[in-house]
């Protein structure tokens, strides 16, 4: 019997060290057992230890990029990464929506692992207002979910009104990544993600060391990512 792989097109920047950005996300479509294609935003000069330079891919050769994936191979799922600029979201956006394609996920990168600034300040509101609303999911870490919600998030106990007011009025799901919590804001040996579909919120509580690896740059991602691949193989967002 022939053997059918969900096609899973990535959109993110490059990572030469292979933890994070393209690299790491085919490899992860590629375990779970998807078929994963790619669309480079920007070439990214970084290791384990930060970012040394950023060279964007021209918007217009973005789009190409996207456009010739689809036309030809198709999706049954677009993963969002890195856009660093306004007029890249804008693009991106306008040119999914020329496709059928319901699951789109959003990883809304804002900032690296190093402090490293990936977004530009202006583009923020562009990606709130104008990105999110457009995807079925979002997959937050702490950081880039004080950055969407323009304050501090002090601990555990405040992830799930958290994960409410990043589905901006349920328009949107939301995975929220606790990995970058302290160990003294979460509980020991555990990590929280917040799920919200609908009106339906679920905690998952990974006990263990599961999720407080330290895997370098885009580590605590690639837990995201495998959920990602698992919803584009036909699973519901709460498998």
């Known amino acids: 019997m022939k053997k059918h792989y969900k096609r899973v097109l990535t959109i993110a920047g490059s990572d030469p060290s292979g933890g994070a950005g393209i690299q790491a996300d ?34 217009d050769f ?3 990029q996207i456009r010739s994936v689809l036309d030809d191979i198709g999706a049954d799922a677009v993963k969002i990464g890195m856009l660093h600029s306004s007029e890249l979201i804008r693009a991106v956006r306008e040119t999914l929506a020329a496709y059928d394609i319901r699951n789109i996920v959003l990883d809304p990168v804002m900032v690296a692992t190093s402090g490293d ?15 999110v609303p457009f995807v079925r999911v ?22 799930p009104q958290v994960a409410r007011e990043l589905s901006f009025g349920r328009k ?3 995975l929220l990544k606790a990995g970058h919590l302290h160990d003294t804001q979460i509980a020991v040996g ?14 998952f509580l990974l006990r263990g060391n599961t999720g407080r690896i330290r895997l370098g740059r885009g580590g605590v991602s690639h837990l995201s990512r495998g959920g990602r691949s698992r919803c584009f193989a036909g699973y519901r967002l709460l498998d």
């Open 26 to 59: 085919l490899k992860t479509f590629s375990a779970c057992g998807c078929y994963g294609m790619s669309a480079i935003v920007a070439v990214v000069d970084e290791n384990t230890v930060g970012v040394t330079g950023v060279h964007p891919v021209p918007v």
């Open 172 to 174: 949107v799901s939301v």
């Open 138 to 159: 979002i997959t937050p870490n702490i950081p880039e979910a004080e950055i969407l919600l323009g304050r501090k998030i002090a601990g555990q106990e405040e992830l």
């Open 62 to 64: 973005v789009t190409g």
């Open 117 to 131: 600034r990936l977004l530009q300040e202006e583009a923020i509101a562009t990606l709130q207002e104008e990105l």
């Open 190 to 203: 555990a990590d929280y993600i917040v799920n919200l579909l609908g009106f339906l919120l679920s905690c």
